[in-house]
């Protein structure tokens, strides 16, 4: 089998209504920025994947000219190519992989060997929101079957966002598990500041949160303080999570011998390929912590990271990215109708993996046309 094409299109997604990223204070999105990647063989099998942002270019000049030609089995020979893109083309490494699995007749979870057949799914809230609306919304994805749900905290005052968080616990009778994501290894421009942590913040945070009996703290202190996040592991009882936004191998060595974090969180659109998150894992294990990935950029990378996940050893979750009215799973997960699959969660919360061969998502070509910039 031989590679063809690879054909990259920038797509643009309108969502129904406007998003304030937790992660950039003051910014206003109406739209999804998108990459989405097919690469076709001379044996008919096509495989896709996807990033956010808009890199059709740099695939078009760095990457698909040296993918020409080339065995899509070789994933770990072609990782070089997309590696050295710019920041890393990881999804170059999902749709070789979703070609891997279409020509075996399996999907992923099972080629690569799975622990698990289904995961438990965590309802991802994308802004800060007030008391209020939080408390509402745990009380909506209650009702949708979720039992978890990750709020974003990092108001000007600790008491403004334990509020929220007590707020969310009394409106769901304690019902539900919650995550809390500080955002303080974003580094993405904003309108406004943010409010900044210091390892102060951070500690008396993550021991309020003790308390209430959190899953985990997510990036408390920046991408890299080593330092201060390895003394917040060693100081408090909460897991300390993070990892989403590192990028290639070594950096992963760094957060697991250093001790950085007690769960890790790659991304297989933003860390590295999806193959290679497999070694991270398997460091991981060595070292006894937990690996919960980030969640992928779309229902393309959500399908890679829900394979993924059934791969593992021990306990983790999958991310589902869902913030009603406006990052809604038809806007966000299944692009527009670009996807004509999706993700959800069954009666007991859990994410199945898709059952067909490779990643297992649906692509519709005719939807492309209406968001191609």
């Not at 500041?193 to 202190?221: C, I, S």
Request: charged share 20%.
């Amino acid at each position: 089998m031989k590679i063809t094409a690879v054909i990259a299109d920038n797509l643009t997604i309108p969502y129904p209504g406007e998003f304030r990223p937790a992660w950039q204070p003051g910014l206003v999105v109406k739209s999804h920025d998108f990459t989405l990647v097919r690469i076709s063989t001379d044996e008919g099998i096509t495989g896709v994947g996807g990033t956010s942002g808009h890199l059709a270019g740099v695939i078009a000049k760095q990457v698909a000219p040296y993918l020409q030609g080339e065995d899509p089995f070789a994933s770990e020979r072609l990782a070089r190519i997309y590696r050295s893109a710019g920041s890393g083309i990881w999804c170059i490494d999902m749709a070789l992989w979703d070609i891997i699995g279409q020509a075996a007749g399996l999907p992923l979870y099972r080629l690569w060997g799975h622990i698990h057949d289904r995961i438990p799914a965590y309802a991802s809230a994308v802004e800060v929101g007030t008391a209020e609306s939080r408390a509402d919304l745990a009380c909506h994805y209650q009702e949708l079957g979720f039992r978890a749900m990750k709020l974003r905290l990092h108001n000007d005052r600790i008491n403004e966002d334990l509020a929220i968080l007590d707020a969310c616990l009394a409106a769901v009778d304690s019902r539900m598990e919650f995550m809390v994501d500080a955002n303080q290894a974003t580094n993405l421009p904003s309108p406004q500041a943010g409010v900044r942590w210091d390892y102060k913040r951070a500690l008396t945070m993550a021991r309020e949160l003790e308390g209430r009996k959190v899953l985990w703290l997510e990036e408390p202190l920046p991408r890299y303080d080593f330092d201060n996040l390895t003394r917040l592991r060693e100081a408090t009882q909460i897991n300390i999570a993070g990892g989403e936004k590192n990028q290639r191998l070594h950096e992963f060595r760094w957060l697991i011998e250093r001790g950085v974090y007690d769960i890790i969180q790659p991304d297989p659109a933003m860390s590295e390929g999806i193959s290679q998150l497999h070694k991270v894992a398997a460091m991981a294990e060595m070292y006894q912590l937990q690996v919960v990935p980030h969640h992928g950029m779309s229902g393309i990378g959500l399908a890679a990271a829900l394979h993924f996940c059934c791969t593992l050893p021990g306990p983790t979750w999958l991310e589902l990215i869902y913030e009603p009215n406006t990052r809604t799973i038809e806007s966000y997960q299944m692009l527009g109708g670009v996807l004509a699959s999706k993700i959800w969660i069954d009666a007991e919360g859990n994410a199945v993996p898709p059952s067909a061969p490779g990643l297992g998502v649906i692509i519709d070509e005719t939807a492309i046309k209406h968001y191609r910039i």
